[in-house]
T-cell receptor, first 115, second 115 residues
């Protein structure tokens, strides 16, 4: 079955630096991958979607890469700010069967940006 | 568009009691999902509706769990004879059937504590 790993449970960085979060997956080739942000006590909020034929996607200070050979996505936040502190989740569609839009989530990485 | 609304935000119950949660999706969204999230984990898929039809249920959803979406609008998730292991955040999400259908919009969740 598909497996998603977000390598770091927690990441602490200094304000202004670039945060890089990793999402690895095994056992299949997803058509796309998504990243969500989750604040404590709230539901996840969609950030970016990248498709298998896209190498990189950007949105303001966010950048996502998708390496289908390495089966890995990197999520970057440049010029990080304390307000970026949150848990970041990667999510993938199912390997086969069922709703194409039923997502499987990683455990998330808790990012803390220190002032 | 007021986003996905869930009620109640918090529910404390005693083991063996029945509980019901409500989700109001974004009005034009025809797809509705229920997820469950425990501390330190990503959301786990429970069930999916397209309009009023329940199209998929996870094996996580025991016979004590039932979900409905009458008339394809709001949805309810009922847990009968609650157990301590049911303590979790129950998240509802909705999505649109057209462009951008892969993106899920989550509510703030219902935090269930079973004593």
């Amino acid at each position: 079955s598909q497996k998603i790993e977000q390598n770091s449970e927690a990441l602490n960085i200094q304000e202004g630096k670039t945060a890089t979060l990793t999402c690895n997956y095994t056992n299949y080739s997803p058509a796309y991958l998504q990243w969500y942000r989750q604040d404590p006590g709230r539901g996840p909020v969609f950030l970016l979607l990248i498709r298998e034929n896209e190498k990189e996607k950007r949105k303001e200070r966010l950048k996502v890469t998708f390496d289908t050979t390495l089966k890995q996505s990197l999520f970057h936040i440049t010029a990080s700010q304390p307000a970026d502190s949150a848990t970041y989740l990667c999510a993938l569609p199912p390997a086969s069967g069922g709703s194409n839009y039923k997502l499987t989530f990683g455990k998330g990485t808790l990012l803390t940006v220190n002032p | 568009d007021t986003g996905v609304s869930q009620d109640p935000r918090h529910k404390i119950t005693k083991r063996g009691q029945n509980v019901t949660f409500r989700c109001d999706p974004i009005s034009e969204h025809n797809r509705l999902y229920w997820y469950r999230q425990t501390l330190g984990q990503g959301p786990e898929f429970l069930t999916y509706f397209q309009n009023e039809a329940q199209l998929e249920k996870s094996r996580l959803l025991s016979d004590r769990f039932s979900a409905e979406r009458p008339k394809g609008s709001f949805s309810t998730l009922e847990i009968q004879r609650t157990e301590q292991g049911d303590s979790a955040m129950y998240l509802c999400a909705s999505s649109f059937g057209g462009t951008g259908k892969e993106k899920l919009f989550f509510g703030s969740g219902t935090q269930l504590s079973v004593l």
